[in-house]
């Protein structure tokens, strides 16, 4: 079955670690790819998206991603974690001729402790 | 804030009710959403709406029914639901279908007892 998956489940870092959370997805194909943040209490927020071109997306509040195609790989990374990044992160594609249909990973949970 | 409101917030609902979740973009989008998020599991699209029509159903349950009577407005309707349907309910809401990256809104926390 098509599918995101989202390895890290729960990931625990202290402030200024690096951070790499790892999605891969199954589609063939053309995709569009995607990572939403979830703060604690607080509805899901677009992070940054990939369409085409350059394959490093920098996205807000100093994240980016990397497109690996032949990797079926769009992790998302950030040099260096604050507090305030504690939230759970999902990773979400469509595929380019169905872009009404959003497939999201299970999420990964990310703590960051002071 | 993202342009998108649900209420209400918090729902607690016999298995026997009947109620309705209401969803509200101000953004001028075209179309819009209902998903499901359950504790552990991906994110579920249910319904799709475009220009008010219905575009897709995921072979959701017919205990839940939606409603779109404008662009701006989606119900989700719900009858004699099960436990296993407590999860958090989620509207989106984005321009068009084509390449879309949907505004979400708060969501609803559905506890059926």
């Known amino acids: 079955a098509q599918s995101v998956s989202q390895h890290n489940h729960h990931v625990i870092l202290s402030e200024a670690a690096s951070l790499e959370l790892g999605c891969n997805y199954s589609y063939g194909g053309t995709v569009n790819l995607f990572w939403y943040v979830q703060y604690p209490g607080q509805h899901l927020q677009l992070l940054l998206k990939?369409?085409?071109?350059?394959?490093l997306v920098k996205g807000i509040k100093g994240f980016e991603a990397e497109f690996i195609k032949s990797k079926f790989s769009f992790n998302l990374r950030k040099p260096s974690v604050q507090w305030s990044d504690t939230a759970e992160y999902f990773c979400?594609?469509?595929?380019?001729?169905?872009?009404?249909?959003?497939?999201f990973g299970t999420g990964t949970r990310l703590q960051v402790f002071p | 804030e993202t342009g998108v409101t649900q209420t209400p917030r918090h729902l607690v609902m016999g298995m026997t009710n009947k109620k309705s979740l209401k969803c509200e973009q101000h953004l001028g989008h075209n179309a819009m959403y209902w998903y499901k998020q359950s504790a552990k599991k991906p994110l579920e699209l249910m319904f799709v709406y475009s220009l008010e029509e219905r575009v897709e159903n995921n072979s959701v349950p017919s205990r839940f029914s939606p409603e779109c009577p404008n662009s701006s407005h989606l119900f989700l309707h719900l009858h004699t639901l099960q436990p296993e349907d407590s999860a958090l309910y989620l509207c989106?809401?984005?321009?068009?279908?084509?390449?879309?990256?949907?505004?979400f809104g708060p969501g609803t926390r559905l506890t059926v007892t």
């Open positions: 989106a809401s984005s321009q068009d279908l084509a390449g879309a990256s949907p505004n």
């Open positions: 979400a594609v469509t595929r380019s001729y169905n872009t009404d249909k959003l497939i």
């Open positions: 990939y369409f085409s071109g350059d394959p």
